[in-house]
């Protein structure tokens, strides 16, 4: 076998999608015009796949943190949160983020993927057990392999067969690490957690929720699915990143048990990057501040959504199970998801191919993902882009 | 009730057979995605009817050593036993 044969099926497949004209890997942004539009191709388009929920990219508050602290901090930290890397916008930040949420402690790690890879990797270990929803994020597989547990999943969203796998895992149950996420970045379904903590609490396993789509989506206050469902009690660890609604990179954890500051020196992806760099740290605060103060943008934001689902199914197109700012189309044919991504971009309008095997079910998804920055308009339009396009 | 080797075996030949439209001769040495072509999705699908049939919640990470028939049954095995 040759160096590079196991890449060789990608080369292949790469070639096939070269072949239709697709290269959705090298979409470039020649140029970012707001919150909502960009330069594609020369052609200006609204952007409907960044996952911008709150529109805060531009935000000048954000945008004077971030320069302020460049200017006074340096572009970078250059060096590990355990080293030099903890400045004293780290630490506020994680005072801020406990704040929030009303937990005891909260961890900053540098993106939202490291923070499953450090959390699951250092809080369990050979011999445990960590159940996921199958529908589960690619850092949360990943953190789940790099911890040595043994993982089981259970079907998506279904606390009967979560609760036949405790069952199936015996005294093994009680210490298991059940693992999900608020809102699902596929299809855009929120997890059935008052549901999952009942069935938790019956074994008395421990509860893990990332709610990368559901910080500052869902909840009278935005702190996510746990709040809306009313549960924040019960979960003992919140996951989270910096990229979605906080505008930023970055991700974190919170939680009441106070064994999760010795995750800091248990965790090798916390210890061994770099940290967050200070505009990041300092724009996310900023982001941070917003949530609290600013409901409207999540009332706009919900709005919005409304108003793209309910158009697109207008047009007879088949979506995710309910109205949410994560609104995909699903398609059986990847040929024909090329085809009319293809379109769409042609029409103005960026949203995100999704291909097996990335997808849940085999079939393939033009994912949208809505903003509060979107005007109604900008949602007329594209409800009219997928109105043209051949499907 | 106990499951011998043999047991197990019988059971996943029949579950692939259930599962499969079209399936060909099948023993110990059949590759599960060599010769049956299994994607991920029907992994997924095997796991669970294997599941619901031995009463079992079976881990992800078994199946990076299982390649066959032989080492998937193996596997099933050692967690009957160990139940």
């Not at chain 1, 080293?83 to 790690?109: C, P, R």
């Not at chain 1, 960590?130 to 529908?135: F, G, Q, R, V």
């Not at chain 1, 991504?341 to 990335?358: D, M």
Request: one cysteine or more.
């Amino acid at each position: 076998m040759a160096f590079f044969d196991k890449l060789r099926p990608l080369a292949e497949a790469r070639q096939h999608l070269a072949d239709l004209g697709v290269d959705t890997i090298h979409v470039v942004m020649d140029e970012i015009l707001s919150a909502t539009e960009a330069v594609i191709n020369g052609r200006r388009s609204i952007l409907v796949g960044t996952n911008n929920y709150l529109g805060l990219t531009f935000d000048p508050a954000c945008i004077e943190a971030s320069c302020r602290a460049a200017r006074e901090e340096g572009t970078g930290t250059t060096g590990s949160r355990m080293a030099n890397g903890t400045l004293t916008g780290h630490v506020a930040l994680e005072k801020e983020l406990a704040a929030f949420y009303d937990q005891k402690e909260a961890i900053v790690f540098s993106t939202g993927f490291v923070a499953n890879l450090g959390m699951l990797s250092s809080l369990r270990g050979r011999g445990d057990v960590i159940l996921l929803d199958a529908d589960c994020h690619a850092s949360i597989y990943d953190g789940c392999r790099l911890s040595g547990a043994d993982f089981v999943r259970f079907r998506h969203n279904d606390a009967d067969h979560m609760d036949e796998r405790l069952r199936r895992l015996g005294d093994r149950a009680a210490n298991t690490l059940i693992v999900v996420e608020g809102i699902y970045s596929m299809f855009g379904d929120q997890a059935a957690l008052k549901e999952i903590v009942a069935v938790k609490n019956k074994y008395g396993a421990f509860l893990m929720v990332d709610e990368a789509h559901s910080l500052g989506v869902l909840g009278a206050h935005g702190r996510g699915c746990a709040e809306e469902a009313g549960v924040e009690n019960e979960v003992d660890f919140i996951v989270g990143t910096f990229s979605k609604s906080l505008a930023a990179i970055g991700g974190f954890c919170v939680s009441n048990h106070p064994e999760l500051e010795l995750i800091r020196y248990a965790s090798r992806p916390y210890i061994f990057t770099a940290s967050s760099s200070p505009s990041a740290i300092a724009s996310t605060r900023e982001a941070l501040k917003i949530i609290q103060h600013r409901p409207e943008l999540r009332q706009q934001l919900w709005e919005n959504a409304n108003q793209l689902y309910w158009g697109l199914q207008e047009l007879g197109y088949a979506l995710g199970p309910e109205p949410s700012p994560v609104i995909s189309v699903r398609l059986k044919e990847a040929g024909k998801a090329f085809s009319c991504w293809r379109e769409l971009l042609k029409e103005g309008v960026y949203t995100n191919l999704v291909l097996p095997p990335a997808t849940p079910d085999g079939g393939s998804l033009l994912r949208c993902s809505v903003s509060a920055a979107h005007t109604s308009e900008q949602i007329s339009r594209i409800i009219a882009a997928f109105a043209t396009i051949s499907r | 009730m106990k499951n011998s080797y043999d047991d197990i075996l019988a059971k996943l030949y029949g579950i692939l057979h259930e599962m499969l439209e079209e399936v060909p001769e099948l023993d110990e040495n059949t590759d599960l995605l060599m010769d049956l072509g299994l994607d991920s999705l029907a992994v997924m699908r095997l796991v669970e009817a294997v599941e619901d049939e031995f009463d079992l919640a079976i881990p992800l990470n078994i199946l990076a050593d299982v390649k066959t028939i032989k080492d998937f049954s193996q596997q099933l095995q050692k967690m009957i036993e160990g139940k």
